[in-house]
Every structure is written in structure tokens, then in C-alpha cells.
């Protein structure tokens, strides 16, 4: 693997956990029952964009982990990062 794959992983994960936290900052709760809970996140268009954000920091993970494979290869993580079981 090249430097180039090693920091776009680390990038990647860093990017992807402080999106997903920030997400879950953002995030309200609900209020209970569907008759509330409707109008309440029709009354905040934000909430498609909070969880967008989730989404995207969450499809960042398997790139960093791709990415990071490269470097990890002792104990657990050379385990888990070896192609054969």
C-alpha cells in the first residue's frame, strides 16, 4: 500500500467519527407517538440534512479501514486486517 492509501484511511476515519458525533450532537429526540412525532420533524427540515451527514461519516468508515489495513499488521489488528481466516 502506498503513503497516499495510509493517509486517505486515516483521514477518512477521522473525518467519519467526527461527522458521525457531530451528527449525533445535532440529532434531537423524538417526541413520543407518531401523531407527534411527524409534525415535529416536518417542522425541522434539518433533520434531513443531520441525517445525511450521519450516512456519509458512516460510509467513510469501510475507506479508512480499507486504507489503514496496509499499516496494521501486528497482533489483533494484523488478525483482523489478514485476508485469510
Same mark, same amino acid.
Given at each position: 500500500?502506498?503513503? *497516499? ?5 486515516? @483521514?477518512?476515519?477521522? #473525518?467519519?467519527? @467526527? &461527522?458521525? #458525533?457531530?451528527?449525533? /450532537?445535532?440529532?434531537?429526540? *423524538?417526541? %413520543?407517538?407518531?401523531?407527534? /412525532? @411527524? =409534525? ?6 434539518? +433533520?434531513? /440534512?443531520?441525517? *445525511? #451527514? ?6 467513510? +468508515? =469501510?475507506?479508512? %479501514? /480499507? &486504507? ?6 501486528? &497482533? +489483533? %489488528? &494484523?488478525?483482523?486486517? %489478514? =485476508?485469510? =481466516?
Amino acid at each position: 500500500m502506498s503513503a *497516499l492509501s495510509v493517509r486517505l484511511g486515516g @483521514v477518512c476515519a477521522v #473525518l467519519g467519527a @467526527v &461527522g458521525y #458525533l457531530a451528527a449525533g /450532537a445535532l440529532h434531537r429526540d *423524538l417526541p %413520543s407517538g407518531a401523531e407527534n /412525532a @411527524v =409534525p415535529h420533524v416536518a417542522a425541522h427540515p434539518e +433533520w434531513h /440534512a443531520i441525517h *445525511l #451527514l450521519a450516512i456519509l461519516a458512516v460510509a467513510l +468508515w =469501510p475507506i479508512a %479501514s /480499507a &486504507g489503514l489495513t496496509a499499516v496494521l499488521t501486528e &497482533g +489483533w %489488528s &494484523g488478525w483482523w486486517a %489478514s =485476508p485469510t =481466516p
